[in-house]
């Protein structure tokens, strides 16, 4: 119930007296569907408001410390920064929450995979987080006349008293589905909406659901739960809901990780086992080298350089068919016969200690995996992960966590264009970064820059006009950069061909096609500083 329209406002009605009167300093965002408010709050100290526009994962929440990063960081509405916080509220029925300032309002709606935050001026311009098109920006402000805003509980009592004249409260659109189940009667609910904003909140884990709750101290639980803690207000709830939901997550992303890390090097183990099993029991042939090279020193006399066989009869009487090298003398394949004797019973014996240590490997191995079944901390977890070495063996494995140094760009709020620097940083970008479904520009007939537009999901048609944006970039660095209009070749980084014998930065094209752009860097492109 985190998001429940109540528990929201109640977080509103608590964050109202803390906030109003503050200053907004800074507004930026350093992870992916996060936007953060730096504050000045009325006795001088700093505070961080921080929204959360994940789909499924939508809050708000005061903290009072907040490392913002040197790189990867980007801000926001500069130009009305900084700015008085006059009012927050929230719409009656609706989960829109607004900031009201000197210069603009600020929204905070969440509305499933549309949920944003953005920004409407004195006069009326919008600036949203997340791209908007024009349709929704147009229905947005049109709604907001119909909307009701609200800071304070005995506001929300009052109007949802007067709603519940007229309407069922089990047929609202705002009332949750945990509610509807408690009736139809709107006095039942009512009062059950009477706990959700002022009973204690109780925060735990389900274990049986697999995912972190929150309810009134009041409301029924489940048998199964662990990590029970129960809250005066919201902010602190949400916080310990959100630790306890990550730290769960992350448990059972790192056990996973572990279990098929285990499955793997138990698989790899046992083929080898196997191998060598089958080795041993073929026996060692050493002895049998060794009766070529004698065959071969007794017959010298009839053994000539390039023959590729020879047949000689042995002690017994036992005709024996021996292969030569036909390209070395007779003494040669001598020694070449004695030596395979000596490497076969070393490599013999070898392979017999090498069997017991593979398969002590694979018992110790299969003990972890036993053990892993009976963990339950995430930080046993990270001790396994110790003991089996996974951080160095993956991050060996892993050519996304080697640290590149490219130019970075975004375009449009939201697309992450990387440029590189020189050859060998080129080759990086390409070899090494680049995604197979990325965008890869360079200027054509001239020395310059690779270029690489992220694609995050494959099934979004990038924009004409961001592609020509790139393309703009990638002609501002490279020889191009003084012409008036220059041609850049782009294509999907799957059709980009590296081979050895190209010098640093060179490639080859399967396929392309070319734009004709400006060079330059475009205004709707800001460059991150690193």
Same mark, same amino acid.
């Given at each position: 119930m985190?998001?429940?329209?109540?528990?929201l406002?109640?977080?509103?009605f608590?964050?109202?007296p803390?906030l109003?009167g503050s200053?907004?300093?800074e507004?930026?965002?350093?992870?992916?569907?996060?936007?953060?408010?730096?504050?000045?709050l009325k006795?001088?100290?700093?505070?961080?408001?921080?929204?959360?526009?994940?789909p499924q994962?939508?809050?708000v929440q005061?903290r009072?410390?907040?490392s913002r990063a040197r790189?990867?960081?980007?801000?926001f509405?500069?130009?009305?920064l900084?700015a008085?916080l006059?009012?927050?509220?929230?719409a009656?029925g609706?989960?829109?929450?607004?900031l009201?300032t000197?210069g603009?309002t600020?929204?905070?709606?969440v509305q499933g995979?549309?949920?944003n935050?953005?920004?409407?001026?004195?006069?009326?311009?919008?600036?949203?987080?997340?791209?908007t098109?024009?349709?929704?920006?147009?229905k947005?402000i049109?709604d907001?006349?119909?909307?009701?805003?609200?800071?304070?509980?005995d506001?929300?009592?009052s109007?949802?008293?007067?709603?519940?004249v %007229? @309407?069922?409260?089990?047929?609202?659109?705002f !009332?949750?589905?945990?509610l $509807?189940?408690i009736g /139809?009667? +709107?006095?039942d609910?009512i009062?059950?909406?009477?706990?959700i904003l002022q009973?204690?909140?109780?925060?735990?884990?389900d274990?049986?659901?697999?995912?972190?709750?929150?309810?009134?101290s009041?409301?029924?639980t489940?048998i199964?739960?662990?990590g029970?803690?129960?809250?005066?207000n919201y902010?602190?709830a949400?916080?310990?809901f959100?630790?306890i939901n990550y730290?769960r997550q992350?448990?059972?992303?790192?056990k996973?990780?572990?279990e098929?890390?285990i499955?793997?090097?138990?698989s790899?183990?046992?083929?080898k086992n196997?191998?060598?099993?089958a080795r041993?029991n073929?026996g060692?042939?050493?002895l049998?080298?060794k009766l070529?090279?004698?065959?071969?020193?007794n017959?010298?006399?009839?053994?000539?350089?390039?023959?590729?066989?020879i047949t000689l %009869? @042995?002690?017994?009487g036992e005709?024996i068919k !021996?292969?030569?090298?036909h $390209?070395i003398a007779? /003494?040669q +394949?001598i020694?070449?016969?004695?030596?395979k004797?000596?490497?076969?019973k070393?490599?013999f014996?070898?392979?017999?200690?090498l069997?017991?240590t593979?398969?002590q490997?694979?018992?110790?191995?299969?003990?972890?995996?036993k053990?892993l079944?009976?963990?339950e901390?995430?930080?046993?977890?990270?001790?396994?992960r110790k003991?089996?070495?996974?951080e160095n063996?993956?991050?060996?494995?892993?050519p996304?966590?080697?640290k590149?140094?490219?130019?970075?760009?975004i375009?449009d709020?939201?697309?992450?264009?990387?440029?590189g620097?020189d050859?060998k940083?080129?080759?990086?970008?390409?070899?090494?970064f680049?995604?197979?479904?990325d965008?890869w520009?360079?200027?054509?007939?001239?020395?310059?820059?690779?270029a690489?537009?992220?694609?995050?999901n494959?099934?979004?048609?990038?924009?004409k006009k961001?592609?020509?944006?790139?393309?703009?970039?990638?002609?501002?660095? /490279?020889?191009?950069?003084?012409?008036?209009i220059a041609p850049?070749a782009?294509t999907?980084?799957?059709?980009?061909?590296?081979?050895?014998?190209?010098?640093?930065?060179q490639?080859?094209?399967?396929k392309?096609?070319?734009?004709l752009?400006?060079p330059?860097?475009?205004s709707?492109?800001?460059?991150?500083?690193?």
């Amino acid at each position: 119930m985190f998001r429940n329209y109540f528990y929201l406002a109640r977080d509103v009605f608590e964050l109202n007296p803390i906030l109003k009167g503050s200053q907004i300093l800074e507004c930026f965002t350093q992870e992916k569907e996060k936007l953060i408010l730096s504050l000045r709050l009325k006795d001088d100290t700093s505070s961080f408001l921080i929204f959360s526009t994940h789909p499924q994962n939508q809050f708000v929440q005061i903290r009072q410390n907040y490392s913002r990063a040197r790189k990867n960081t980007f801000s926001f509405f500069e130009k009305y920064l900084p700015a008085n916080l006059d009012d927050i509220s929230i719409a009656f029925g609706d989960r829109i929450i607004k900031l009201r300032t000197n210069g603009f309002t600020f929204y905070f709606t969440v509305q499933g995979n549309k949920s944003n935050c953005l920004i409407i001026d004195n006069s009326d311009e919008f600036i949203s987080f997340k791209k908007t098109d024009e349709a929704a920006k147009v229905k947005f402000i049109e709604d907001l006349d119909k909307l009701q805003f609200l800071n304070n509980i005995d506001d929300l009592n009052s109007t949802l008293t007067n709603f519940s004249v %007229t @309407n069922s409260l089990a047929k609202a659109s705002f !009332i949750s589905k945990e509610l $509807k189940l408690i009736g /139809s009667v +709107n006095s039942d609910i009512i009062k059950s909406i009477e706990q959700i904003l002022q009973s204690p909140i109780h925060v735990y884990y389900d274990e049986t659901a697999g995912k972190a709750r929150m309810s009134p101290s009041l409301f029924k639980t489940p048998i199964d739960i662990t990590g029970s803690k129960y809250f005066s207000n919201y902010n602190d709830a949400v916080t310990y809901f959100q630790s306890i939901n990550y730290q769960r997550q992350s448990r059972a992303l790192v056990k996973e990780n572990i279990e098929k890390y285990i499955d793997s090097e138990l698989s790899k183990l046992s083929t080898k086992n196997n191998n060598l099993m089958a080795r041993i029991n073929n026996g060692s042939k050493d002895l049998t080298y060794k009766l070529y090279a004698e065959l071969l020193l007794n017959n010298l006399s009839v053994t000539k350089k390039g023959m590729k066989e020879i047949t000689l %009869t @042995n002690y017994n009487g036992e005709d024996i068919k !021996i292969i030569l090298d036909h $390209k070395i003398a007779p /003494s040669q +394949n001598i020694e070449r016969y004695y030596e395979k004797s000596r490497d076969e019973k070393i490599n013999f014996q070898k392979s017999k200690e090498l069997l017991q240590t593979t398969q002590q490997k694979y018992e110790e191995l299969a003990a972890v995996s036993k053990k892993l079944q009976s963990i339950e901390t995430l930080e046993q977890l990270n001790e396994i992960r110790k003991e089996l070495k996974m951080e160095n063996r993956q991050s060996e494995a892993d050519p996304q966590k080697e640290k590149f140094n490219f130019r970075h760009f975004i375009i449009d709020d939201k697309y992450h264009l990387y440029v590189g620097k020189d050859g060998k940083n080129n080759d990086q970008l390409t070899t090494r970064f680049a995604k197979q479904n990325d965008y890869w520009f360079h200027a054509r007939s001239v020395s310059g820059s690779h270029a690489v537009l992220r694609v995050e999901n494959t099934k979004e048609i990038i924009p004409k006009k961001v592609l020509e944006n790139a393309a703009s970039v990638a002609a501002f660095y /490279s020889k191009s950069k003084t012409s008036k209009i220059a041609p850049v070749a782009y294509t999907l980084k799957k059709y980009v061909v590296k081979n050895k014998n190209l010098a640093p930065g060179q490639v080859i094209l399967t396929k392309e096609k070319v734009l004709l752009v400006k060079p330059e860097i475009p205004s709707n492109v800001q460059q991150v500083e690193d």
